[in-house]
Structure formats: structure tokens, C-alpha cells
């Protein structure tokens, strides 16, 4: 049986890869920052998969963990998050976003090199670009310490490719969503707050920039590209991404339709919300990544449905 570890299982995209990893038929061994705070809320995932306590800055503890189990895949996710806390922490945020991806190629190296490995990078990465779409070989301007740490996390895949032989991943994932979204990204805010409005329990929904435009796709389908990065013949570096951007207004048209509603009877614009530095337009660049023969299962439009729907059920009962 083959061996996947995935690193931070516990948050949205480490759970959709651990189902995917489980279907597949591999023995998931996942990790987590704190054993106690996963065990306090129990989800049926996480019976069914292996998990282990791993604190990123423990170099000595992953060679342990490697050499124990000899994953045959790797898939990063453990990491702060994108969105607002991007600026905050930023020394935390180069340790866990960047120095700890070089840990595992470092610990990849000591024990396997035929472990294959996939990292969660980020379309922050481009920043500021200039060429829009963004593929493979734009150049990064990243903007924030978030965006900085997985430029460095990025290079460090590519050097221990070509320096080590090691089969090391970078997945350049545009914005993902799911109903398993945090609630400050906004569209997990959007649809649990019009979920809210419907069932009376809230009145408004207070947002910034309606007009922001993002590459939306569904969490789902971007771990299952990364699955299949790492089934190629060849490591390599993906954009991950549909190709299409829709608006924040977008969003919440479709969002309160689905639920009977029109959005302008009840979304505002509050200008706390507005971000000081929006990126150029961010939509990627798919050829490569349906070279390999990746397509999105769900579009932007069941995603919505998907998200309100689940919000719906959570809150009714
Ligand atoms: P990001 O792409 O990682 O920043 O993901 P977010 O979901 O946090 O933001 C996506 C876009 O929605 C950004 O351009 C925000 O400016 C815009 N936006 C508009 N209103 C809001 C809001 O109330 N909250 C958040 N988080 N973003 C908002």
C-alpha cells in the first residue's frame, strides 16, 4: 500500500487531499500542529487516516517521521494562510511559509530521494506581475511576506530538482474555495452570511471591493492536480488555476439567486473592508496543467451552490 503524508490535514485543502489520497487507496499519515485541538472537534476524515503531531521547525523529528513511515508522496500544506494576515508576522510567516519547505527537501534528501514531493505555492507569488495570465514562466513580483516566504519555498523546490534529482513539486494554486473556507476570505463570508440573511438571521452583509476579480476554483479539484503533478513521468511546476476570474459582485449575485434573493437588497460597501494594495489581475495560465490531462469537475458556479448550500444546512440545524 502506498504512503501519502500530508502535512497540515487538518485545514481545508489538507482535507480534501487526504479523501482524495484515501480513495486513491493510499495509507494517509497526516499531520497537525496541535493533536489536542484536532481531537476537540472530530471529523469522520480523520478516523479514517494516521495522525501525528509535527511541529514544522522540527528538522530532527521529520527525519524520524520520513525514515518511519517512507512515504512514497509528500503534500505540503501546513503554512499561514493567504488573505488579510498576509502582512502580519512576517518573520513567523518566512520561517513557516519558506524555511520550513526547506526543511522537508533537506529531510527528503537525508532519507529518500525518490520520495516525491508537492508544494501549495501561491499565485501571491506574482504580485505585481506584469503579464496577465500568469503561467509557469512569469516572473514574481511577490507583495507581501506571504508572497515572499513562497517565492524562496519556490526556488529551494527548483534548486534541490536540479541539484539533487529530488522529484519536488511546485503547485502554483490560484484562489480555492470550499464550504470548508475560513470565514475571512470572502467567499465563505458571502455565502455563510446570505445563508444567515435567509434563514433571519442576519440583516446585511457589509464587504470592500465589489468589483475585486479573482481565478476562483473549487479546493477539490486543485489537490487532485496536485495528485496528478506527482503521477507525471517529470517534476515540474504548475500553475493550478481555471483560467477564469469572476467579480466579488459576481459572487454574490449568484450567491443570494440561489437562495431567492437579489445581493443589492442587501450587500453594502464598507470601505474598512477595501484593501490598500489590490494585485494586477491574478488568472492563470492553464495550458500546462491540462496538458496532463486536468480538468475542474466543478465551475464557478456550483461552487457557489455548493458552498451556500452547505452554509444553509450547518446553520438550520
Ligand atoms: P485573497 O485573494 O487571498 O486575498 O482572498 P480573499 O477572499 O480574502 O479576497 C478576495 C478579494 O475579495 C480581494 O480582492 C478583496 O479585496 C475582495 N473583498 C471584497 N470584500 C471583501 C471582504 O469583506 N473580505 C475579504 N476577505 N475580501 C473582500
Known sequence: MRIALVTGVSGQDGSYAAELLLGQGYRVIGTVRSIDRVRASP??????????????LDQRELVRILSFYRPAEIYNFAAYSSGEGMYDHPL???????????????????????????????????????????????????????????VYAHSMIDIYR???????????????????????????????TAAKIKLGLAEDLALG???????????????????????????????????QTHSVREFCEAAFRHLGLDYRDYVREDP????????????????????????????????????????MGHLST
Open 43 to 56: 471529523t469522520p476524515l480523520l478516523e479514517q487516516i494516521e495522525l501525528l503531531q509535527w511541529n514544522l
Open 92 to 150: 513567523e510567516i518566512a520561517e513557516i511559509n519558506g524555511l520550513s519547505v526547506a526543511r522537508i527537501l533537506e529531510a527528503i534528501r537525508e532519507v529518500d530521494c525518490g520520495i516525491r514531493f508537492c508544494q501549495a505555492s501561491s499565485a501571491e507569488m506574482f504580485g505585481a506581475a506584469s503579464d496577465s495570465p500568469q503561467s509557469e514562466s512569469t516572473r514574481f513580483a511577490p507583495r507581501s511576506p506571504y508572497g515572499a516566504a513562497k
Open 162 to 192: 536540479q541539484r539533487y534529482g529530488v522529484f519536488a513539486c511546485s503547485a502554483i494554486l490560484f484562489n480555492h474555495e470550499s464550504p470548508r473556507r475560513g470565514l475571512g476570505f470572502v467567499t465563505r463570508k458571502i455565502t455563510h
Open 209 to 243: 471591493n465589489l468589483e475585486a476579480r479573482r481565478d476562483w476554483g473549487f479546493a477539490g479539484d486543485v489537490v487532485r492536480a496536485m495528485w496528478m503533478m506527482l503521477q507525471e513521468p517529470q517534476a515540474g511546476d504548475c500553475v493550478v488555476a481555471t483560467g
Open 272 to 311: 474598512s473592508f477595501y484593501r490598500p494594495l489590490e494585485p494586477i489581475q491574478l488568472v492563470g495560465d492553464t495550458r500546462k496543467l491540462r496538458s496532463i490531462g486536468w480538468s475542474p469537475q466543478i465551475d464557478f458556479f456550483q461552487l457557489v451552490k455548493m458552498m451556500v448550500d452547505e452554509d
